[in-house]
């Protein structure tokens, strides 16, 4: 259920990561023979930043590396010019070349893993900052931005041990806090994640976030009810935000209180009009209210955009279905078995609808594979417990499962 701008709303002081852009401690000769002249040149750079002339800053910039092309200092400063231009591609380049020179610049390091998360490439972030811990364990800003790298990954159960170290090293730091508490959602370690709630509202009193956070960890740990209460407090405080509107909807979608589910599901549409979850869920709201109407539309436009949504297409033909239009509904199966021909339940539904067409023998065949594939699917949850040696205990693999 999670929407991407939730990760980053959540994580508002976390996110907003700032260059290193000191310069002076920087500033120095690569070789022994650097020419006297580029301390001068190097003022007039840092001056012209000051000015925010920030191209002649870079020209200047350049001169040092016609004199020194070994220069880090320089290196790194082009490098913060060109991500601030939002040229992260130059940006990445510089640093890297400042690394060939130094591989084990502290700075460049976290600049280069900065440059790569502000690029969206998470992965090409974590060699620099990983180098950058190896050399300073006890830097926080290193440690959070790996976290951070690691969470665009989705590695969440590797995040976690770089935020917790982050979060000792500057605990009153709440942008990692809200860090660690989607790591630990994101893993099911419920338990820890209600355990930092205290935390954060200390740090963020009256956080509508915190009412988010604590509604997923009780959704996951299946207390409906108490995550319905803290989205409904969430709403009151961001009525306007497309995340909690959506995150209420399908809590009320989840306990099948469908009118409720339509309007905030509307509402998080209307406040975000490419909420892709949200128009399925709506979708599925109001099929389960029996409006297929309302719902066949939404589902048609659904599968234009995402062809191998099995989860839409089976509604598609749901849909199709209760509107009287059997040859539709037997063309909506089959493109959604055609990606996903392990479906009981379409093999299933598919029966019934060759049956209305009195098309009895496929009829039969669909049942027949559709039992089939649930004895397979029995037969593989048994022998799960019985390699787990839990025998379907509360805490074996199976909890939870319908």
Known sequence: MRHLSSTLALCRGALQLALCTIFACLLGPAQDHTPSDIPSLAARAESLEQQGKLDDAAATYGEILQLDPRSVAALNRLGALAVARQDFTGGIGYYRRALAVNPREFATSLNLGIACIKMGDYGSAKPPLEVAIEDHPEDFRARELLGVAMIGQEDYSGAIPQLEAASRLRPQDVGTMYLLDRAYLESAQYPKALATFKQIEALDPGSPWLRVLEGQAY??????????????????????????????????????????????????????????????????????????????????????????????????????????????AVDAYREAMRFDPEQAEAHYQLAQVYRKLGRQAESGRELALAEKLRKDKRQQEETLIKASGTRGSPGGPLAGRQ
Request: charged share 30%; hydrophobic share 40%; net charge neutral.
């Open 219 to 328: 959704d996951g740990m299946g207390n409906y009810s108490q995550a319905i209460a803290q989205f409904e407090a969430a709403r009151e405080q961001l009525p306007k935000d497309a995340t909690v509107r959506f995150s209420l909807g399908f809590m009320y979608w989840k306990v099948r209180r469908y009118s409720e589910a339509e309007t905030e599901l509307e509402q998080a549409l209307t406040l975000d009009p490419k909420f892709e979850q949200a128009k399925f869920y709506l979708a599925d709201a109001c099929l389960m209210n029996e409006q297929a109407g309302k719902a066949l539309p939404i589902l048609e436009r659904l599968v234009k955009r995402q062809p191998q949504n099995v989860r839409a297409r089976l509604d598609l033909a749901k849909a199709f279905d209760r509107l009287d239009h059997p040859q539709a």
